[in-house]
């Protein structure tokens, strides 16, 4: 934007005005792209959800609202394959749950998992007292 000395402050307002504008349609394009896209190639689903509510925040920003019912879709359509199972659960309630509770049954299901990955690699570990192996000491003799 070039100023001109003789320009009103009503005509600089309504310039830079235009140009927010500009740069919020595609800000919104952008946004809604990535929503659109966004896949869980994340650890955790904690940041999956994160990274969802910040570029839902983001819109907000710019005044543009997206409805909870595509929010809660974004979040499950994007799942990684691991929670397939919570995903198909999901889908079939009605009324689709908001965001809210949909981040909270995931965040449950990752507990749930994460737990049972913990209680499976202890009991195929055979160092515990009920284990196979026996412990042979022997004295040598010198």
């Known amino acids: 934007m070039i100023l001109k000395r003789k320009q009103t402050t009503s005509y600089i307002w309504k310039t830079l005005e235009d140009l927010f504008l500009d ?3 595609a800000k919104v394009i952008e946004f809604d792209n990535e929503l659109h896209n966004i896949v869980m190639d994340y650890s955790f689903a904690t940041k999956y959800c994160s990274h969802i509510k910040t570029i839902i925040g983001l819109l907000d ?3 543009t609202t997206v409805p909870e019912k595509n929010i809660a ?3 499950i359509n994007g799942l990684s394959p ?3 199972l919570v995903a198909i659960m999901i889908r079939h309630k009605t009324p689709l749950p908001s965001f809210l ?3 909270l049954i995931i965040l449950f299901e990752e507990q749930r998992m994460e737990h049972n990955n913990c ?3 202890l009991s195929s570990r055979n160092d515990h007292a009920s284990s196979p192996t026996i ?3 022997s004295r040598w003799s010198h």
């Open 23 to 25: 740069k919020k349609d």
């Open 61 to 63: 920003n710019i005044e």
């Open 73 to 75: 879709t974004y979040l």
């Open 82 to 84: 691991k929670f397939d």
């Open 101 to 103: 509770k949909t981040k």
């Open 119 to 121: 209680r499976s690699g």
């Open 135 to 137: 412990l042979n000491v």
